[in-house]
């Protein structure tokens, strides 16, 4: 059976969901163990969802299918940090059976689409642990799986959502006793809870529908015909039109590969009275990609397509073409093909280097030692796959390496690479000094094994410091921390608490330093003050007068210090 919703419907659950998830997203965050800022579990799993949601709304039919492959989509390019991503993983794999799935909407798919959901969750973690968010998506499926083995009646769907809140609140607790870290910190994993939000809000939301469909039955779901909604087009700005058409060709590269439609056409139509919707209809069944956006006054179209002169044909029947552009895309595709083989000839490839950082400072000096692309993010705001997509798509290089610089960042970079299609190797700096220190030992005159190799002893050889400001209550083996404290984290972990920022800083470095280093490097923060970086200064000279040290402003917020020791 092919179900089909309508459209308000599948978008009221959506928004339910998101609402009810953004009033728990600082309950979530406040469950991370170390009270740092970062890019928080519900701030990322939320704009996961609104991802979702944007993807939801361009949706012109709601058939299951259909509203699979936008979830899927819009979970997958929206997703940031490692809570993210797993959860845009849970949604395919669990869309991927429901949509494909010729025998409906039971409690049989709902089982195999709870294990295709498991699979991919966990394939998407190099190193998946327990007691987090893939512990409770498998503690679903097995609960699921048995309930089908031990139970023969039938069940409505708001009570089996019922049951699957019940046990998640059951794996939710396990979870604390699952992973050490979450034992210590005496919490349960933040993530995990997201999921149980999740469910949640969609049980909020299926109390709503049910006023008006009645108590759904699993065994059978009526198929609900979807009322056509005339809606007036609006004229988009530039910058939205670009974004439509990249994501557009980044569901192409996707989808297929071979070019079934030649001629890429694309005009400005203006008239009087265009009927939008009608014409919109008649432009996509005459291939595929198409666009048809805007007013009764003026649209902008694109299609491609075999027959453009019938595409213009059509158009004229409403008003006047302007700026018409008609491609060949297999002579495009032909002049590429020829550049790619031409590239191939050089002796070694062009390679191409991406880094996400946060702070005007530090962005400066990647772009001077090299690096193409600078993304802004890191702690506090995770980049979404479709921002690597897009900068992976911004490069013309054979080869493009990514410096995530952010532990997690790396599985969004991940899944990013796979998206693009492309030639990206992730390098898994966790840091800004280590990211640094890797695109220093770059030489585009080596070969890329001597590079990758080059990179990764930097890296791993560097020690990285912080200070921030702890932005919650935790008692940690560390000791007590209380909001408002200066902490200090070596390699990510906290190993000093401190009322002062300076005393900090200098623990710190006590902690870290080794009778063999020789410099030591610090990024000011944006709130860093001139004092305390002279106090630090003339502390160090003191204490290690034959260590080097270097100052440089790296506009970091939330981190008053980053550096590094070699």
Not at 2 to 12: A, C, G, S
Request: proline share 2%; net charge negative; with cysteine.
């Amino acid at each position: 059976m092919i179900l089909e919703f309508e459209d308000t419907e599948i978008k009221k659950v959506l928004q339910v969901i998101v609402d009810y998830f953004k009033s728990n997203e600082v309950k979530i965050n406040n469950l991370n163990v170390f009270p740092v800022p970062d890019g928080d579990t519900g701030t990322n799993m939320l704009l996961t969802l609104k991802s979702i949601r944007k993807e939801l709304s361009k949706l012109k039919q709601f058939d299951i299918k259909n509203i699979g492959e936008a979830i899927s989509f819009g979970g997958l390019m929206g997703a940031r940090g490692n809570s993210g991503v797993i959860l845009s993983q849970i949604l395919k794999g669990f869309f991927d059976v429901l949509s494909d799935d010729s025998d409906g909407f039971n409690l049989t798919v709902i089982e195999s689409a709870l294990n295709s959901a498991k699979n991919l969750a966990y394939s998407s973690v190099q190193n998946p642990a327990e007691g987090t968010m893939l512990t409770m998506i498998k503690d679903l499926y097995l609960y699921m799986k048995n309930f089908n083995e031990s139970n023969t009646e039938d069940i409505s769907f708001s009570d089996l959502i019922d049951e699957l809140i019940s046990e998640a609140e059951k794996s939710l607790i396990r979870t604390t006793y699952l992973l050490p870290v979450l034992k210590e910190a005496n919490v349960v994993d933040a993530g995990a809870q997201g999921i149980l939000e999740i469910l949640k809000g969609l049980k909020i939301a299926l109390a709503e529908l049910n006023k008006i469909n009645g108590n759904l039955k699993m065994k059978e779901i009526q198929e609900v015909k979807k009322d056509k909604e005339e809606i007036a087009g609006e004229i988009q700005k530039d910058k939205t039109y670009k974004e439509e058409d990249e994501i557009k060709e980044l569901k192409d590269w996707n989808i297929n590969s071979d070019i079934k439609y030649i001629y890429c056409t694309e005009f400005v139509l203006t008239g009087a009275r265009i009927n939008i919707l009608r014409l919109k209809d008649d432009i996509e069944s005459m291939g595929d990609s198409a666009m048809v956006v805007g007013n009764e006054n003026m649209v902008k179209i694109h299609v491609h397509s075999n027959s453009p002169h019938r595409v213009l044909a059509r158009a004229l029947r409403e008003g006047i073409l302007h700026e018409i552009e008609i491609n060949n895309m297999v002579d495009q595709n032909k002049e590429k093909l020829k550049s790619q083989v031409i590239s191939a000839k050089a002796a070694l490839p062009t390679i191409g280097l991406i880094s996400v950082s946060n702070g005007e400072g530090i962005e400066e000096i990647f772009k001077s030692v090299g690096v193409d692309i600078v993304i802004k993010g890191g702690q506090t705001m995770n980049p979404s796959t479709y921002e690597l997509v897009r900068a992976i798509k911004k490069l013309d290089n054979e080869k493009i390496i990514i410096f995530p610089n952010n532990k997690n960042i790396i599985l969004t970079a991940t899944q990013a690479a796979k998206i693009s299609k492309r030639d990206v190797i992730i390098i898994p700096t966790k840091t800004i000094p280590q990211g640094i220190s890797a695109v220093l030992n770059f030489n585009k005159d080596l070969t890329i094994e001597e590079n990758l190799k080059n990179m990764e002893d930097a890296y791993s050889s560097i020690k990285s410091g912080e200070i921030t400001l702890a932005v919650r209550d935790a008692n940690l083996l560390v000791g007590e921390i209380k909001k408002g404290d200066f902490i200090g984290l070596f390699d990510g972990k906290i190993k000093v608490v401190s009322d002062n920022v300076v005393s900090a800083a200098l623990e710190l470095i006590k902690d870290m330093i080794e009778k063999d280093d020789s410099i030591i490097t610090f990024y000011l923060g944006k709130d860093s003050k001139e004092e305390d970086k002279e106090k630090i200064k003339e502390e160090v000279s003191r204490l290690y007068p034959d260590l080097d040290m270097e100052f440089h402003n790296g506009g970091q917020p939330f981190y008053s210090y980053i550096f590094s020791i070699e």
